[in-house]
């Protein structure tokens, strides 16, 4: 797990960072609002721990700029700032939790562990990967090497079914029934057409080609031995 803390009060930032690293966690800090902003901006966390009161930039625009830029990444926002009020602004303006000081580091511990839960839960329904290659559901967005694969939409429900049963071989009648709606063999190489389409399509843009030919029995979608 991964975890940034914004938080410009020295001792309050090493406690938070100390205790993390002792649960695990690799830790990045900034001590101010727009070092905070550059490195959640430029880098991939699993939560941030984001004060209010910064120098340079206030806590609750660090968060209004992630959201802006429709950056996800949970965030406690951790303030003394302690009024109901105060709490209700932090959760409209992006927070996903908000924690009061002084705190308990137990009680942050426990919520970094459920928010991250949450996150990657998530994303594990929504978003299919292998290898190099990763595949969101709700945008249908395709990307393999770090390299966006436009799809057609047969193409995109055959690549989805493989990834749903990848290292199983799976079958031409297989494939017919679950992307082609269809109960009987049509007798034509309709399949293997689109297969060979997906499989260059994908090797196109480099990186380890995934779609196998198992002959005699159909496909399989695995990484390289």
Known sequence: MKLLVVEDDRTTREYIAK????HGWT???????????????????DI??????????????????????????????????DGVDERIKGLKQGGDDYLCKPFSFGELLVRAE????RGHSKEAKNTL?????????????V???KVEVNLQPREFQLLRFLLEHQDQVISRT????????????????????????????????????????????????REPA
């Open 19 to 22: 205790g993390f690293m002792e």
């Open 27 to 45: 830790v990045d800090v900034a001590d101010n609002g727009r070092d905070g902003l550059f490195l959640a901006s430029g880098e991939s966390y």
């Open 48 to 81: 941030i721990v984001l004060d209010r009161m910064l120098p340079q930039m206030e806590g609750l625009k660090v968060l209004a700029a992630l959201r802006a830029s429709e950056n996800q990444t949970p965030v406690i926002i951790l303030s003394a700032l």
């Open 114 to 117: 459920i928010l991250t839960r």
């Open 129 to 141: 990967v292998i290898s190099d290659l990763k595949v969101d559901l709700l945008s249908r967005r």
């Open 143 to 145: 990307v393999k090497n």
């Open 174 to 221: 297989m494939l017919f029934e679950s992307v082609w709606d269809y109960h009987f063999d049509p007798g034509s190489n309709i399949i293997d057409v689109h297969v060979a389409k997906l499989r260059k399509k994908l090797d196109s843009v480099g990186g380890a080609s995934l779609i196998h030919t198992v002959r005699g029995a159909g496909y399989v979608l």
